[in-house]
């Protein structure tokens, strides 16, 4: 676990344990901490709190070398962009697999309805009495696929739902936390929407928790209001308005 033990404008120390020997390592001064990960460090996190994302480091040996090249693994770019027809695989992969569905309500999808929801995403339901927004989260060099999301909005009117989902490999990456904020971006920025909600179960913390990093308030609780496979489900509401949107945009901490 890496933990910011001392932080100052200028210069910020590190320090950490090993999860599996337990050993403790001594603070590691700014000077030995290298541009890219300084700046992620200290504009993100406050001193004695774990530094998110870089749970698990195991620091036994060339601990430097270590966390930095973890750190910066977890630093991972991501960016959202249109759906095409030869994301099929990719898209499949996600939606056809039921612990990526599980607490949506996606049905877990054969290829056929994979395809069918590609070709709707693509064309973004121009008939439909809402427009459905989706889009791919790409991440790395080669802009790979590691996601899904979406916000949909009934038509004429100015409030929409997001949703995400990311690849099991990649979970705890902070990817989703970093899509929710482009997406919000996106529905309030071109979309001119007035507010963004999203539901999430109560046995899915890792959904409630990248809606509260990403800023959003919540708001409620639905009794059985979502049939999941299924199954009637309770579901938090957590929503941000545009204006508190624009505020905390100004914010480096809400920034991605
Ligand atoms: C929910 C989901 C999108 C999160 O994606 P992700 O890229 O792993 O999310 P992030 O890394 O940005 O953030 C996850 C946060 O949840 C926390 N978390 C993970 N499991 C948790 C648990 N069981 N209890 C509490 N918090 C948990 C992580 O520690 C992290 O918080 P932190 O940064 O404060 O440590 C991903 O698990 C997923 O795709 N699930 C399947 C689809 C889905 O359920 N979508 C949401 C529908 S509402």
Same mark, same amino acid.
């Given at each position: 676990?890496?933990?910011?033990?001392?932080?100052?404008?200028?210069?910020?120390?590190? #320090?950490?344990? +090993?999860?599996?020997?337990?050993?403790?390592?001594?603070?590691?001064?700014?000077?030995?901490?290298?541009?890219? /990960?300084? $700046?992620?460090?200290?504009?993100?996190?406050?001193?004695?709190?774990?530094?998110?994302?870089?749970?698990?480091?195991?620091?036994?040996?060339?601990?430097?070398?270590?966390?930095? @090249?973890?750190?910066? @693994?977890?630093?991972?770019?991501?960016?959202?962009?249109? /759906?095409?027809? +030869? +994301?099929?695989?990719?898209? $499949?992969?996600?939606?056809?697999?039921?612990?990526?569905?599980? $607490?949506?309500?996606?049905? &877990?999808?054969?290829?056929?309805? @994979?395809?069918?929801?590609?070709?709707?995403?693509?064309?973004?339901?121009?008939?439909?009495?809402?427009?459905?927004?989706?889009?791919?989260?790409?991440?790395?060099?080669?802009?790979?696929? &590691?996601?899904?999301?979406?916000?949909?909005?009934?038509?004429?009117?100015? +409030?929409?739902?997001?949703?995400?989902?990311?690849?099991?490999? /990649?979970?705890?990456?902070?990817?989703?936390?970093?899509? &929710?904020?482009?997406?919000?971006?996106? #529905?309030?920025?071109?979309?001119?929407?007035?507010?963004?909600?999203?539901?999430?179960?109560?046995?899915?913390?890792?959904?409630?928790?990248?809606?509260?990093?990403?800023?959003?308030?919540?708001?409620?609780?639905?009794?059985?209001?979502?049939?999941?496979?299924?199954?009637?489900?309770?579901?938090?509401?957590?929503?941000?308005?545009?204006?508190?949107?624009?505020?905390?945009?100004?914010?480096?901490?809400?920034?991605?």
């Amino acid at each position: 676990m890496l933990f910011i033990t001392e932080k100052q404008p200028t210069s910020i120390a590190i #320090g950490w344990s +090993d999860p599996v020997c337990g050993r403790e390592f001594h603070p590691l001064k700014s000077s030995a901490v290298h541009g890219a /990960l300084f $700046h992620e460090l200290s504009t993100l996190e406050e001193p004695g709190r774990a530094v998110s994302g870089v749970k698990g480091v195991r620091a036994c040996q060339e601990c430097l070398i270590r966390v930095q @090249s973890y750190t910066a @693994s977890e630093k991972l770019m991501i960016a959202l962009r249109r /759906l095409q027809i +030869d +994301d099929l695989n990719a898209v $499949h992969a996600l939606i056809s697999n039921m612990e990526v569905v599980r $607490h949506m309500l996606f049905a &877990v999808c054969s290829r056929e309805e @994979s395809e069918k929801f590609l070709t709707e995403s693509i064309n973004e339901s121009p008939s439909a009495p809402w427009r459905s927004v989706v889009r791919a989260i790409v991440s790395g060099p080669g802009g790979e696929l &590691v996601g899904l999301c979406g916000i949909v909005n009934l038509r004429g009117n100015s +409030d929409g739902e997001i949703w995400y989902l990311i690849n099991p490999e /990649l979970w705890g990456k902070g990817i989703a936390t970093k899509a &929710v904020r482009r997406q919000l971006e996106l #529905g309030f920025s071109e979309m001119s929407l007035h507010r963004i909600w999203a539901t999430c179960l109560p046995e899915n913390p890792a959904s409630a928790r990248v809606l509260e990093k990403a800023g959003m308030r919540k708001e409620g609780f639905f009794v059985k209001n979502l049939k999941i496979h299924g199954e009637w489900k309770s579901s938090f509401l957590y929503a941000i308005l545009a204006e508190e949107w624009s505020e905390s945009a100004q914010h480096p901490e809400v920034n991605c």
